[in-house]
């Protein structure tokens, strides 16, 4: 793993002066709109795990205004398409996932895809004069995979290389081998916050002490570093406290940890828990022995849907007795207190008494974050 910059835990005093934002940037549709545009349509989005999708299987997902289909054929090539039937726009798949042994069928006139998105019937079509089943696919979505996280891009024209957005995220990771991971555990939770709130809750522990004092026995709140903002991710450290191997509800053993840490990682990654957000959707958040991601799906300004997925060793997950309760409860544990004070922050901005307040020397990542936002989807 590359050297992460490393900053002093007793930060300059900052000046009063930058500030939250408007609340209209959290509340209005149009605003929303024009993120979806700007930001979410420009950037690639992490769309799940490979394992997701078993071969003959689909998973559907909403992302923003796109109704999306992954698809994974017996031959185990997956793709991507928006799961909307090309005859009248039905949604084509409304199950959540399910089976796709060779054809996928819209269930209002029977018109039929192939698993690559062909058209392969359309009844009723025949006397159509110049009707060709080849001129109505269904639309593809640009698909790529980094170590088993899928990844799709929204927008026209060619994506970016998947490789140029990661931007070394790949490289500082590449020693927790994640396409080896298996997921142990998926959760989805509805939030009543707008998407950024949640980014922003993610990237600063001064709430840690009220709010997860599970985490704060592991894992002191400001030994947090913080990297500089980049074009495409946001990234932190924390270390852990002598005698705990990893964040779960069994730690502090102060003995044998539950789990192995995961093969190839150096000293300081054994010590450490990683914060890292892939703009706009993904938060990623290695452990010394298991991986968290949480993949966040925008649905209105003041609605975010966010599945999170536990990924463990193949070797871990095949020994006797295997339970990975511990850190997904821990880690379940402490999202139900992450997306409350979400929630309760969406409330306050909302409010008629809302104000940007002040932010403090220790929440420069979330000011860099808001101006990320602006950069791209223009100010208010
Ligand atoms: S809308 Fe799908 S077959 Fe008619
Ligand atoms: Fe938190």
């Not at 004069?129 to 980094?146: I, K, N």
């Not at 522990?205 to 592991?218: G, T």
């Amino acid at each position: 793993m590359k050297a992460m910059v490393r900053h002093s835990n007793d930060r300059a005093p900052s000046d009063v002066g930058v500030t939250t934002l408007a609340a209209g940037y959290y509340t209005d549709p149009a605003y929303f709109a024009r993120e979806q545009e700007h930001i979410f349509r420009k950037h690639w989005l992490f769309a799940g795990r490979h394992d997701d999708v078993p071969p003959g299987s689909y998973v559907t997902r909403r992302l923003g205004d796109a109704q999306l289909l992954l698809v994974r054929d017996e031959a185990g090539v997956l793709r991507a398409f928006h799961n909307v039937c090309r005859h009248r726009g039905t949604l084509l798949c409304s199950a959540e996932h399910g089976p796709a042994r060779g054809h996928l069928q819209c269930a209002y006139h029977a018109w039929t895809y192939r698993l690559d998105g062909a058209l392969h019937r359309a009844p009723h079509m025949e006397k159509v004069s110049g009707f060709r089943t080849e001129d109505w696919p269904l639309l593809p979505v640009a698909l790529q995979v980094w170590a088993g996280n899928v990844f799709l891009y929204l927008g026209e024209g060619t994506p970016p290389p998947l490789s140029e957005y990661l931007d070394t995220v790949d490289t500082r990771f590449a020693a927790w081998a994640m396409a080896e991971l298996r997921t142990v555990a998926r959760r989805t939770y509805q939030l009543r916050a707008n998407w950024k709130l949640v980014i922003s809750n993610y990237h600063e522990c001064l709430h840690c002490p009220v709010a997860h004092p599970q985490l704060c026995k592991l894992s002191p709140y400001l030994s947090g570093d913080n990297e500089p903002m980049h074009p495409t991710w946001m990234g932190a450290s924390m270390e852990l406290l002598p005698g705990c191997a990893t964040l779960s509800l069994s730690e502090p053993t102060a003995g044998a940890p539950r789990r192995a840490p995961l093969p190839g990682l150096d000293e300081q990654a054994r010590r450490s828990v990683f914060y890292y957000a892939l703009l706009p959707s993904m938060l990623l958040n290695p452990h010394p022995d298991y991986v968290v991601t949480f993949q966040l799906r925008p649905l209105a300004a003041d609605r975010t849907e966010i599945e999170c997925h536990w990924l463990m060793h193949p070797d871990e997950i095949a020994r006797p007795g295997f339970d990975p309760s511990d850190a997904v409860e821990f880690w379940d544990l402490t999202n139900r207190q992450d997306w409350e004070l979400s929630d309760l922050a969406q409330a306050g901005i909302s409010s008629r008494g809302y104000r940007p307040g002040p932010y403090s020397n220790r929440e420069e990542l979330l000011a860099a974050f808001d101006r990320w936002v602006i950069e791209r989807a223009g100010a208010l």
